[in-house]
């Protein structure tokens, strides 16, 4: 599995959330050459939510597959849920190195 940082294309997640989400991200970014951190500094900011279509339910989501990654922090009361991360499969974007290799 290759890790995901915060400098992968936003497309990078889209391996990981559901369809319906991602697409969601996608469109309320509304940029091309967002990145996987700006989900995150959204996120962080409490920003998210005000995404056209990105419900509290849907930044539940969210939340948990950055808690997953290891590219959020838990706030009080939630857990990292380190036994899944082996589990998850990211099939990173184009141009990304995605710590493995070469991009693409």
């Given amino acids: 599995m290759s890790d995901l940082?915060?400098?992968?294309?936003?497309q990078c997640l889209a391996s990981v959330l559901p369809r319906v989400i991602y697409a969601a991200l996608e469109t309320g970014l509304g940029n091309p050459a967002a990145t996987v951190g700006d989900v995150v500094a959204l996120c962080e900011q409490g920003k998210l939510t005000e995404l056209p279509n990105i419900s509290y339910g849907r930044l539940g989501r969210i939340r948990f597959y950055l808690l997953v990654l290891g590219l959020l922090e838990p706030e009080y009361g939630e857990s990292r849920w380190p036994n899944r991360r082996d589990q998850i499969v990211v099939v990173h974007g184009e141009g990304c190195?995605?710590?493995?290799?070469d991009p693409g």
């Fill in 5 to 10: 940082t915060a400098d992968c294309p936003l």
């Fill in 97 to 101: 190195l995605g710590g493995e290799g």
